[in-house]
Structure formats: structure tokens, C-alpha cells
């Protein structure tokens, strides 16, 4: 069971227990902070302590609910008629594969940052950027936008780092402030029964990759609502859902602007962050630095569908017998009404 903290102590899995510690670690946000976008200074330095100690800080009630109401929204309009067996079918497809699997029944999703998803109150949040500002620079850039889905009986994942530390020199590495924040957001109620994610504390200043089965984990229920901030160094794993139902989770990842994770999604083939042009020139210009990987991957995106059409229209247009020959003086096949020389025909 619960207690009032939100702190659970039952085990988690086999060999696994769920430390009961001091809840020194989450830090309720009201509804006052919330609408000034800032927190209050005692709990600023709170949250900062945890980040500085445990390697993670959750922000209690962070988001308001109708922010989240409304991603669960896009999430269902998305993904929603996936199932089990369909996320499957989609993850054994070839890459580039928006759907990867994570583990057994877990599957982690490149989000596209429309609707819902494209909001500043979102990716931009006030409260959210101020706290990280001063942890990663306001240079800072939005580096991934996913969703992991675990489906029921999906058992508990290995521990692991998001990325393993930077420098592996004794007395180097360990003492280095981070270079990224993972920012979870469940988009339903997660009680231990759906499978939180729990967490190591203080492992970020762990020299060892991985930590023993008989280590405790800390883990809490997470509320709608509710930002859990990670260090990209810390071990954590999600716990098994032993609940009827999926349980999508929200992981919005912010680095340094030198730092690039090739480890999680480029290693795939996959584009992290998902974000069409047409959407990202709506976005207030204020916004546009933090979004600078978005706006790359998706000018990358538009040229390789160029490329893609161009070469389907010179295929089309010099196929053998039974297909259309285009004379260099014809319109071009592509539609653009300029003549085929001038356009996909172009010598040069």
C-alpha cells in the first residue's frame, strides 16, 4: 500500500524491493507556482538538492490537468488503436522505425509534436525551462520527444543509464554536472501495480554501469500531472506492469547544445524529434533556439523525400518499353510546370 507521501514499500519484482526512504526527493508544486512559472525559492533549492544528490527531483503536480488531459488526447489519436501485437508488427519493420522495442512488451515511440504534443505550455514549459535553465545552460536544446508503452505483463526492465557518463577517468566523470535531463510525464495515474519507473538514488555518481538485483529501488506512485526529472547518468528501469492495462509514459530529453545522444535513437536510424516545418514556423520565435534539433531533422526529413520523389520521377521518366518516356522539353512529371530539362531532368 501507499502511504500519504505517495512513497510505496512492497516488492516491486523478483529480487527486486522498493526502498522506503525519506520522500527528500519530491517536492510539491502549487497551484500559485504553477501560474507564475517559477517555484518558491525553499522549493527551488529543494528540488536542487535532490537533482545534486539523488540524480532525480519529482516535481508533484507540476503540469496542470488539463495540459495532460489533452496530450493523453493526442496520445490515443496517435497510437491509441495499437495493441500489443500491432506495436510488434511495426517494431520488426525495417528501419527508420518510429517504434523500437525496450524490453519484453515495451515499446518506446518517436511522438509527432502536433496537436497536443506542438505546445509550448509543453516542451516550452515555464516552470519546467526555469528550473533547468541554471542545470543545463539557456542554451539548452530539446533533444528527444518519445513515449515508452508497456503493456500488462510486461516484466521489469534491466537497470540501466539513459548514456553512460562522458569520461571514465578516475575522479573526472563522476564529479561532472549534467550534460542532460530526462523529463518524464505519465499520462495516466501510475500506481506500483502499472509499473513507475523507479530509480537508484545517487547513482549518477556510480562508476559501475550496472547495479546488483539486490540493490533497492526507490519508486513512488506517479500522478497525472506529476514531473519526474532523471539525470542522464542515473540507473533507473520501469517496474512491471501487472495491471489489465497500457501504461504510456512521456519522455521529453533537454541537453547541453553539445551534446548529442547517438546511443538512443541515431544508432536506429530514428529522428527523435518529430516536428513538421509548417508547425515549428507557427511557434513563437522565442522558442525557436530550444527547438534547433527539431527544426534540423525535420529540414533533413524534407530533403530526403525530395531526393526520394526526384528519383521516382527519373525512373518514371527514362522507363523502358511499356512505360511513359518524358522528352526533355515535356512538363515535368512531378507537377511543379516546369519543363523536365529545367527540373528533375536537370543535367547538373
Not at 557518463?165 to 573526472?172: A, C, I, Q, R, S
Not at 526529472?229 to 495491471?243: C, I, K, Q
Not at 530526403?304 to 526526384?310: I, K, L, T
Request: proline share 8%; with cysteine.
Amino acid at each position: 500500500m501507499a502511504d500519504p507521501t505517495g512513497l510505496t514499500h512492497p516488492k516491486s519484482g523478483p529480487g527486486t524491493t522498493v526502498n522506503s526512504v525519506s520522500p527528500d526527493w519530491i517536492v510539491a508544486v502549487s497551484t500559485r507556482e504553477i501560474e507564475r512559472g517559477e517555484l518558491t525559492p525553499d522549493n527551488d533549492g529543494r528540488a536542487r538538492v535532490a537533482m545534486h544528490e539523488h540524480g532525480c527531483v519529482l516535481l508533484r503536480g507540476a503540469f496542470p490537468p488539463a495540459i495532460v488531459e489533452a496530450m493523453q488526447r493526442e496520445y490515443v489519436s496517435q497510437f491509441g488503436a495499437l495493441d500489443l501485437a500491432g506495436m510488434q508488427g511495426m517494431a520488426a519493420k525495417p528501419p527508420p522505425n518510429r517504434i523500437i522495442q525496450v524490453g519484453g512488451m515495451r515499446y518506446d515511440i518517436a511522438l509527432r509534436m502536433t496537436g497536443a504534443f506542438g505546445r509550448t505550455e509543453v516542451f516550452a514549459n515555464r516552470l519546467l525551462l526555469k528550473f533547468l535553465h541554471p542545470t543545463l545552460g539557456v542554451d539548452m536544446h530539446l533533444n528527444s520527444f518519445t513515449v515508452v508503452v508497456s503493456h500488462p505483463n510486461a516484466t521489469q526492465q534491466r537497470s540501466h543509464r539513459d548514456y553512460p557518463h562522458l569520461f571514465f577517468e578516475p575522479g573526472v566523470g563522476l564529479d561532472l554536472t549534467p550534460h542532460a535531463v530526462n523529463v518524464v510525464v505519465p499520462l495516466i495515474d501510475v500506481d506500483m501495480q502499472t509499473g513507475p519507473t523507479g530509480v537508484w538514488l545517487g547513482s549518477h555518481r556510480l562508476a559501475q554501469s550496472t547495479i546488483g538485483e539486490s540493490e533497492p529501488i526507490t519508486a513512488c506512485e506517479l500522478r497525472r500531472g506529476d514531473l519526474m526529472l532523471l539525470d542522464y547518468r542515473t540507473l533507473h528501469a520501469g517496474l512491471p506492469n501487472m495491471s489489465e492495462r497500457a501504461r504510456p509514459i512521456i519522455y521529453m530529453v533537454y541537453a547541453r547544445p553539445w551534446f548529442f545522444d547517438l546511443q538512443n535513437h541515431l544508432r536506429v536510424s530514428r529522428i527523435p524529434l518529430d516536428m513538421p516545418i509548417e508547425h515549428y514556423d507557427k511557434l513563437p520565435p522565442s522558442v525557436h533556439p530550444l527547438l534547433a534539433r527539431a527544426l534540423y531533422y525535420a529540414v533533413l526529413a524534407r530533403g530526403r523525400e525530395v531526393d526520394a520523389r526526384g528519383d521516382a520521377v527519373r525512373r518514371a521518366a527514362h522507363a523502358p518499353s511499356g512505360g511513359v518516356e518524358v522528352g526533355r522539353n515535356d512538363p515535368c512529371p512531378c507537377g511543379s510546370l516546369k519543363k523536365y530539362k529545367h527540373c528533375h531532368g536537370s543535367l547538373t
